[in-house]
């Protein structure tokens, strides 16, 4: 397979050297050559309106993927308790199936663990898939990913969504490198693209700069970890669903890890994803001593502090309190954004909160064309005054 030019057909634009990612192309004589770096990705032949770039590159076919059905979320549990996202999970996978006109499983690993299928149908599994198993008991990832590849194999499920939590970011790219597809990592959005009915996976790229859309045309299932607090839950009252027993087959020497004791770090530590109201602080802050006030209204407020993540490099506020692309997603029922600009990495951590007051002296801060409330002025003068008039308000 490879890349040629037809010299005579050449104009000499330059477009095709400009396009390609490669600099595989140079200009000789006002003609463009291909050079030896090319790897015929094609970037430059749709571009060239002289149609001198030729290529004797077969497109690639997308397979017949008719046979593959059903959007699956594992059910992420430790102890027996299951893990808030994979909630968040089925909740978008009932929206994606339902584009597609399929079902949603869940898929449940562990022992003793029976009693959560009711759960997961509750909250939109039309199928549990049961796998229990003493060597399932706790989380190791050789037993787990050669269970979740036998369901895999055996189902041919179209899509698998999985928590990008610890367990998560360590099972799903050994599962993806198992049954040998693709896997997009950290996403913030999923949506079913209307025209090829093909999962769209949007995630940060290039240090949240940029927003990344992925799509896997050739393999399948199509396969995405998901932020915790990303997605909404929705219970689906009524639901009748199945449970559905998987055979487990394994052996200690398989697993080849052996858990010889479980140790759990007591650290105070802020849970942001429960907090119904969130005081949030950017640059315009302007230092450590001024995020007292933002503490001080949320202590007023029942909330917590939270912040970008310019102010988190600062020190102002700990890792833990960052909201962003790169921090957590969070979804209040109140947010105030004080000296936020609004720039994207941060507003996709916070687009989900119920109600949004933006406090910013620049009044073409971009976080006003997402707040439900606006004040244009000093936060140091505004925040105190908003402090004020809550705890008169409740005669403190």
């Known amino acids: 397979m490879s890349v040629w030019i037809e010299v005579d057909l050449c104009s000499g634009c330059k477009r095709c050297q400009k396009a390609c990612p490669y600099g595989a192309i140079e200009m000789i004589d006002g003609k463009a050559h291909i050079l030896d770096r090319c790897t015929s990705?094609?970037?430059?032949?749709?571009?060239?309106?002289e149609k001198a770039i030729q290529t004797d590159t077969k497109p690639k076919e997308i397979p017949d993927f008719s046979d593959r059905q059903?959007?699956?979320?594992?059910?992420?549990?430790?102890?027996?308790?299951?893990s808030r996202v994979s909630l968040e999970l089925l909740g978008k996978a009932q929206e994606l199936a339902g584009v597609l006109n399929q079902d949603v499983?869940?898929?449940?690993?562990?022992?003793?663990?029976?009693?959560?299928?009711?759960?997961?149908?509750?909250?939109?599994?039309?199928?549990?898939?049961?796998?229990?198993?003493?060597?399932?008991?706790?989380?190791?990832?050789?037993?787990?990913?050669?269970?979740?590849?036998?369901?895999?194999?055996?189902?041919?499920?179209?899509?698998?969504?999985?928590?990008?939590?610890?367990i998560g970011r360590d099972l799903a790219p050994r599962l993806s490198r198992r049954v040998g597809v693709g896997?997009?990592?950290?996403?913030?959005?999923?949506?079913?693209?209307?025209?090829?009915?093909?999962?769209?996976?949007?995630?940060?790229?290039?240090?949240?700069?940029?927003?990344?859309?992925?799509a896997s045309r050739y393999s399948r299932p199509q396969m995405a970890t998901v932020r915790p607090g990303v997605m909404e839950v929705k219970q689906k009252r009524g639901n009748k669903g199945n449970t559905i027993k998987h055979k487990?087959?394994?052996?200690?020497?398989?697993?080849?890890?052996?858990?010889?004791?479980?140790?759990?770090?007591?650290?105070?530590?802020?849970?942001?994803?429960?907090?119904?109201?969130?005081?949030?602080?950017?640059?315009?802050?302007?230092?450590?001593?001024?995020?007292k006030a933002l503490f001080s209204l949320a202590q007023v407020m029942g909330g917590e502090v939270a912040g970008t993540r310019i102010i988190v490099e600062e020190g102002w506020i700990p890792v833990e309190r960052q909201v962003g692309?790169?921090?957590?997603?969070?979804?209040?029922?109140?947010?105030?954004?004080?000296?936020?600009?609004?720039?994207?990495?941060?507003?996709?951590g916070m687009l989900g909160s119920r109600y949004i007051i933006a406090i910013n002296k620049d009044k073409s801060a971009p976080i006003f064309d997402?707040?439900?409330?606006?004040?244009?002025?000093?936060?140091?003068?505004?925040?105190?005054?908003?402090d004020r008039a809550i705890r008169s308000s409740k005669g403190k």
Not at 70 to 82: I, S
Not at 187 to 196: K, N, Q, S
Not at 370 to 386: K, R
């Open 370 to 386: 997402v707040a439900d409330w606006g004040i244009v002025g000093d936060l140091h003068e505004v925040v105190p005054e908003f």
């Open 70 to 82: 059903g959007v699956w979320v594992f059910a992420e549990q430790r102890d027996g308790k299951l």
């Open 183 to 214: 896997l997009t990592a950290d996403c913030t959005e999923l949506v079913i693209d209307p025209e090829e009915g093909i999962l769209l996976q949007t995630r940060p790229a290039f240090g949240g700069n940029v927003m990344a859309t992925i």
């Open 325 to 348: 692309q790169t921090g957590q997603t969070v979804r209040p029922e109140i947010y105030v954004a004080c000296g936020i600009s609004g720039a994207i990495q941060h507003r996709a």
């Open 248 to 291: 487990v087959s394994i052996t200690e020497k398989e697993i080849a890890a052996k858990i010889l004791e479980k140790v759990r770090e007591k650290k105070k530590s802020v849970s942001l994803n429960d907090a119904g109201i969130i005081v949030a602080g950017g640059r315009g802050v302007g230092s450590k001593e001024g995020m």
């Open 105 to 166: 499983s869940a898929v449940l690993l562990g022992y003793q663990v029976a009693k959560l299928s009711k759960r997961l149908i509750g909250y939109g599994a039309d199928n549990v898939y049961l796998a229990e198993h003493k060597a399932l008991k706790d989380y190791r990832t050789i037993a787990y990913t050669k269970v979740i590849h036998e369901l895999v194999e055996k189902q041919n499920p179209n899509i698998l969504l999985m928590g990008a939590t610890h």
């Open 41 to 49: 990705c094609g970037a430059c032949i749709e571009l060239c309106r």
